[in-house]
């Protein structure tokens, strides 16, 4: 449950807040946006100072963040699972990260056109800053020349929720509109 607390303290330090009972639209990175995306009714999000967009729901927590200088998916598929340990724990709160092996699948897409993008996936489980189990889901997914990082963590009990709503998120990448 601290872990928790630390998540949503990071809000309080954020000055960029998105509340609603609808759908939160969010363009990453904040800075140079180049893709939206698009959290569940629900979820609040905010970017925190070093960039990373944090988005809390009632069951799941997810972070988006840029994976730095990986350009291509041999090299995603080899620093995915440092990547995302160093994250767990260093951002995250985490005491220790247990990962699976990077698994290749293909972006969930809510439309039937356009070509399918290779996306690499890691799940695994570990212990929060309380101890307590949680179920992690990393996906590494390439857009615009660069790799994106989206992080899904909920307790065990609530995988189910956890996918769904990840899945949720990844339909919805789409390069920012500039209109």
């Known amino acids: 449950m601290k872990s928790l607390v630390v998540l949503a303290g990071w809000f309080t330090l954020s000055a960029s807040f998105v509340f609603g009972e609808e ?3 969010m363009w990453f990175p904040n800075e140079k946006p180049i893709i939206e995306l698009q959290f569940p009714t629900g979820f609040k999000a905010a970017y925190r100072k070093d960039g990373t967009c ?3 729901g009632p069951k799941t927590v997810m972070a988006l963040v840029a994976m730095e200088k990986v350009k291509d998916a041999a ?3 080899s620093a995915l699972p440092g990547f995302a340990k160093s994250f767990a724990l260093h951002s995250l709160g985490f005491r220790d990260l247990n990962a699976q092996a990077v698994e290749d699948a293909k972006l969930p897409r809510s439309y039937d056109d ?3 993008i290779g996306i690499k996936m890691l799940t695994g489980s570990g212990k929060n800053s309380d101890g307590e189990e949680m179920f992690v889901s990393v996906t590494a997914f390439p857009w615009n020349h660069r790799y994106f990082v989206l992080f899904a963590v909920a307790k065990p009990a609530d995988k189910e929720q956890l996918e769904k ?3 949720s998120v990844l339909e919805t990448v ?3 509109n500039d209109d």
């Open 75 to 77: 090299a995603a598929k």
């Open 23 to 25: 759908p939160v639209l």
């Open 165 to 167: 709503e990840r899945r």
């Open 54 to 56: 944090l988005a809390v």
């Open 114 to 116: 356009g070509e399918a």
């Open 174 to 176: 789409t390069d920012v």
